[in-house]
């Protein structure tokens, strides 16, 4: 995934393919401020009475929550933005392979 120049990755409510449904904002799973790797689940939210969990698309630092627990959101909405480091630091960087 390209990084925009901020540094700050979006966090976006995907087309769930369930039309008109209402999405609600349930649970936030990771307080502002926490780091996330991606792949961890970062919000829960509810469309026609099933929770679908919403996954850091990178890793690196939940930046700001742009909505609220309860608060009603559709798809291309973003939710939340996630800060990385910028390329180029070590901790952009993969690890070392081990000796073999």
């Given at each position: 995934?390209?990084?925009?120049?901020?540094?700050?990755?979006?966090?976006?409510v995907?087309?769930?393919?369930?039309?008109?449904?209402?999405?609600?904002?349930?649970?936030?799973?990771?307080?502002?401020?926490?780091?996330?790797?991606?792949?961890?689940?970062?919000?829960?939210?509810?469309?026609?009475?099933?929770?679908?969990?919403?996954e850091?698309?990178?890793?690196?630092?939940?930046?700001?929550?742009?909505?609220?627990?309860?608060?009603?959101?559709?798809?291309?909405?973003?939710?939340?933005?996630?800060?990385t480091?910028?390329?180029?630091?070590?901790?952009?960087?993969?690890?070392?392979?081990?000796?073999?």
């Amino acid at each position: 995934m390209d990084r925009p120049p901020s540094g700050r990755v979006p966090l976006v409510v995907p087309e769930f393919g369930l039309g008109d449904v209402p999405v609600t904002v349930s649970l936030w799973l990771v307080p502002a401020g926490a780091a996330v790797l991606a792949g961890d689940r970062v919000l829960e939210l509810v469309a026609g009475g099933v929770t679908i969990d919403l996954e850091a698309p990178v890793s690196g630092r939940l930046a700001t929550q742009l909505v609220d627990e309860d608060d009603a959101v559709g798809a291309g909405t973003t939710v939340a933005e996630i800060e990385t480091p910028p390329a180029g630091t070590a901790a952009a960087r993969p690890a070392p392979e081990a000796p073999g």
